[in-house]
């Protein structure tokens, strides 16, 4: 035991423990050309063992942000390493890669070895469900930088696609049509301007809002998880003629699906096209929000776009319902060079 950095607010022997903990963990991420075992100074994957005859890496990063401070409030911390995944592998998907390694790091003011088992068994499960591998990560404790019980979580994914495969927009041409598919809810954007909502309208995270919720309480339905498309998406890609995929993160349509146009594109969204789910008409009766501001802050349902033309919809559409999601035709790409939402 090194007392002397104990006393200084860093207990090593619960960094073994941590380690000890999420081994299981880890390994229940493994799959094809994963490598080597925790504990290693650096995480491996044989990328020979794949085929891939001209393969293009493709990586992302990404953290939680302040939906965080709604896992703290609820005392909930099993799905934020989930969100953690999703916004990294969500990305490296719209290029058409396949998320391959994840790695994760944990930083915490004091270590608590359960609380970080259950963040990592959520980055965990948020690997299994996109098919990559967790291969390494870093845990730090770092007394005086988090308030107690509060901690900061962020990831890294690295995915490969044929170079011949890649998905960079080049292909979308004015006509294609949009399919969207759901969202879990607000996923792990705009939660600064969440929780002003909240606490401007004098309710707690812990508190119930039956108009729109039912029986639910505001923060657990607020901390649902990021949904992961990996898989489902994957088999479009395979199946479809896919021109361009956008993930709906910070800035929502607005932002996000002009990412994929050409200069001179613009979009028609058709709204009532799918579900705008009921927690953005609470965030938006509650932060008094105009309506087509919505859309430029939040994902209003809809996690990611794929566009296509519009005789693959329907076998798109088939494909994603078969997998379980919720699936439509929610716009076209149009010429106008503006972005339509009515």
């Known amino acids: 035991m ?6 200084a607010g860093v207990n090593l022997e619960a960094g073994y423990d941590v380690v000890r903990r999420i081994k299981k963990h880890v390994a229940s991420t493994a799959r094809t050309g994963s490598m080597g075992n925790i504990g290693a100074f650096g995480g491996m994957f044989d990328l020979a063992s794949l085929g891939y005859k001209e393969p293009v890496l493709v990586s992302g990063t990404d953290g939680v942000g302040t939906k965080l401070k709604i896992a703290f409030a609820m005392d909930k911390h099993d799905t934020v390493g989930i969100d953690a995944v999703a ?10 890669a396949e998320p391959l390694v994840f790695l994760d790091y944990v930083a915490v003011g004091h270590n608590e070895p359960a609380k970080v088992e259950a963040i990592v068994a959520g980055v965990a499960e948020g690997c299994r469900q996109a098919g990559c591998a967790l291969v390494g990560g870093e845990t730090a404790e770092m007394p005086g930088m988090y308030t107690d019980g509060e901690y900061d979580i962020a990831g890294f994914t690295v995915g490969c696609v044929e170079k011949s495969k890649l998905i960079d927009g080049t292909k979308v041409k004015t006509g294609d049509v949009l399919v969207g598919i759901a969202s879990s809810g607000v996923h792990s ?15 707690k995270f812990t508190d119930k809002c039956e108009e729109f919720f039912g029986d639910k309480r ?3 339905v607020l901390i649902t998880p990021t949904r992961i498309y990996v898989k489902q998406v994957l088999e479009v890609i395979k199946n479809c003629d896919v021109h361009g995929v956008a993930h709906i993160t910070g800035g929502g349509f607005d932002e996000n699906i002009p990412r994929i146009l050409h200069e001179g594109q613009g979009l028609d969204i058709k709204e009532g096209s799918w579900e705008i789910l009921p927690v953005f ?4 009766k509650y932060g008094n929000i105009p309506h087509r501001e ?8 809809i996690g990611m776009v794929i566009a296509l033309d519009a ?10 319902t078969n997998a379980g999601e919720k699936a439509s035709v929610i716009g076209t790409i149009t010429d106008s060079g503006v972005v339509k939402i009515g």
């Open 294 to 301: 919505m859309f430029n802050i939040f994902n209003m349902g």
């Open 311 to 320: 005789s693959e919809a329907d076998k798109a559409i088939e494909i994603l």
């Open 218 to 220: 505001i923060g657990d």
């Open 281 to 284: 008409g609470f965030l938006e």
């Open 189 to 203: 954007n705009g939660f600064s301007l969440v929780r002003k909502v909240v606490a401007d309208s004098g309710l």
């Open 2 to 7: 090194a007392k002397t950095y104990e006393n």
């Open 87 to 96: 916004m990294c592998v969500n990305d490296v998907l719209a290029q058409g």
